[in-house]
């Protein structure tokens, strides 16, 4: 029976590594194809349609590949090489939708030549560079030209006392807006820490990880804004609570970093928590002592966190519970009447 047992699992596994081979070269398709823009002096319209549509195609294809690519993890002898073609897969694509990202914007501050209204050098296109020549001054009285950029109103709100310290600026308070992912907006007066809380949980039917940002005035006051989310439904072939546990810490972690790696304000630090006794276990014991699949997550896991904070946190009170569980509308009137 365990022989019958290891055939079907190669079966399977060999079924989804061809269909992860589709993805990969969809990927490569659009990778072809914005070689070929990269040439051009500028985009037509019908070029700039086309590259939308095939950015929104690729978007959708990074679900498709996480969901096979999950399935193969738990699957595979050789967990190491399957997280390597995960980050190589990934890489790739957050890479090349820069490059689209960047030529669409391109395209829109400077007209294709021959588009009415732009031959690419008009004053207008000059005036949409997001920046500006400024003369500063350093402490020798010389001045230097720099450029300061204009097209990130969220970054231009922080200013971080270590700025001050070497411009030698005065520090005032002073009402302001402050925008962040997905649009989400606090008003700050004054100085405050930034802390990202992670939570984790994991049910039979999915796991997932909720992510916060949490502000600290001078005056201990806090504010607590949601940034992101993500889940994802548990495997079809059984496994145990734990083991699931372990696979929402997991993509806590991950979710986690990308969250840091978007952000552009400094985080002075980022606390995770899990209402999982066994996985707090895991990440406080010596891998070597695991098993091979617990080792391998447990240890991307320190490495990623390695400085931060796991904790635990009571599952009444782990907002996690929501993405792993789900809730019924009747809940969502209640919380919000």
């Not at 960047?102 to 005036?127: F, K, M, V, W």
């Not at 495997?235 to 970093?257: D, M, N, Q, S, Y």
Request: hydrophobic share 35%.
């Amino acid at each position: 029976m365990a022989n019958n047992s290891d055939k079907i699992d190669n079966s399977e596994l060999k079924l989804l590594i061809k269909k992860r081979g589709s993805c990969k070269a969809q990927l490569t398709q659009f990778e072809t194809f914005l070689s070929r823009l990269d040439g051009c002096d500028g985009l037509s319209e019908l070029l700039k349609t086309e590259l939308g549509i095939r950015m929104k195609k690729i978007e959708l294809l990074q679900s498709d590949f996480d969901k096979l690519q999950c399935e193969i993890e738990l699957l595979s002898d050789n967990v190491d090489e399957a997280y390597a073609d995960r980050d190589q897969f990934e890489s790739k694509l957050f890479r090349l939708l820069s490059v689209a990202h960047g030529l669409l914007a391109a395209a829109a501050r400077y007209p294709a030549a021959g588009a009415p209204g732009g031959d690419g050098t008009s004053d207008a296109a000059e005036e949409c560079r997001g920046g500006a020549l400024v003369k500063v001054a350093d402490r020798h009285g010389s001045l230097h030209t720099a450029r300061l950029l204009l097209d990130n109103g969220s970054t231009s709100n922080f200013v971080t006392e270590s700025l001050c310290e070497k411009l030698d600026l005065k520090r005032y308070n002073a009402s302001s807006t402050v925008s962040g992912i997905n649009n989400h907006a606090t008003s700050t007066t004054e100085s405050c820490d930034l802390a990202i809380q992670s939570y984790t949980d994991a049910s039979e039917r999915a796991y997932g990880s909720c992510v916060y940002i949490r502000t600290i005035r001078n005056d201990g006051t806090a504010h607590v804004c949601l940034l992101t989310s993500k889940n994802k439904v548990a495997p079809i072939k059984p496994t145990t609570i734990p083991r699931l546990e372990l696979c929402g810490a997991l993509l806590g972690t991950r979710l986690c970093k990308k969250v840091l790696d978007s952000l552009t304000v400094k985080i002075d630090q980022c606390y995770y928590w899990s209402d999982s006794t066994i996985v707090l276990g895991w990440l406080n014991t010596a891998t070597s002592r695991l098993e091979r699949f617990v080792r391998n997550r447990v240890n991307e896991i320190q490495e990623s966190t390695a400085g931060d904070t796991w904790s635990y946190v009571p599952s009444k009170q782990n907002p996690a519970d929501l993405v792993s569980r789900g809730a019924s509308d009747h809940f969502f009137i209640s919380e919000m009447s």
